[in-house]
């Protein structure tokens, strides 16, 4: 079975500090998927990225970063001088042949951006 | 903006009622999914309808049931509404049919059960 825990429920930080989001996933596919998503206070769900597991390559786009260690299986997501913009709740999601066509969710972090 | 469109956005009925919610994909997605988002059970697979057919089901509840038409516009039939019904259903959309690219999320359709 899949499973991805989050084990964050809520963050508060200032605005301009750095906010790290951790995820750890487990499945017994050898080749999957992961994803972000943020939900900000409006409701809908907004994709920020997806990385197969074949790529360990970290990634940074604008003030967003991901750190992708398949040793820990572990897929952690970094805003870098928050804003209260990125005041949201972030899900990190798993896909994979092992949970046929569904995507697994976290349980969601609460990221609180103060100004 | 997803490209994803559901309707109502706001829907408030009472027990024992029937709803229907309603989803438009994003051009030329061909698979639609819908997912459940309750605060006790966080968000939740439903069902999926790749290009007019049944591909996978989740945790979907005998009451409800869903279709996707020729059109690809999907629709959710929630039946003999209970208290516990009321959450924020969400419709998404991708090209493939699989679990490997993303799925695009329309704004939700909030569901309260009086």
């Known amino acids: 079975a899949q499973k991805v825990t989050q084990a964050q429920t809520e963050i508060s930080v200032v605005e301009k500090e750095d906010v790290t989001l951790d995820c750890v996933y487990e499945t017994r596919d050898t080749t999957y998927y992961l994803f972000w998503y943020k939900q900000p206070p409006s409701g809908e769900l907004v994709f920020l990225i997806r990385r197969n597991s074949f790529d360990e390559q970290n990634e940074i786009s604008g003030r967003y970063s991901w750190n992708f260690q398949k040793s820990t299986s572990s897929f952690n997501f970094t805003i870098t001088a928050s804003q209260v913009v990125d005041s949201a709740v972030y899900f990190c999601a798993l896909g994979g042949k092992a949970a046929g066509n569904k995507l697994t969710f976290g349980g969601g972090t609460r990221v609180l951006v103060k100004p | ?114």
Not at chain 2, 5 to 33: E, F, M, N, W
Request: aromatic share 10%.
């Open chain 2, 1 to 114: 903006d997803s490209g994803v469109t559901q309707t109502p956005k706001h829907l408030i009925t009472a027990t024992g009622q029937r709803v229907t919610l309603r989803c438009s994909p994003r051009s030329g997605d061909l698979s639609v999914y819908w997912y459940q988002q309750s605060l006790d059970q966080g968000l939740q697979f439903l069902i999926q309808y790749y290009n007019g057919e049944e591909r996978a089901k989740g945790n979907i509840l005998e009451r409800f049931s869903a279709q996707q038409f020729p059109d690809l516009h999907s629709e959710l039939n929630l039946s003999s509404l209970e208290l516990g019904d009321s959450a924020l259903y969400f419709c998404a959309s991708s090209v493939t049919s699989g679990n490997t690219n993303e799925q695009f999320f329309g704004p939700g359709t909030r569901l309260t059960v009086l």
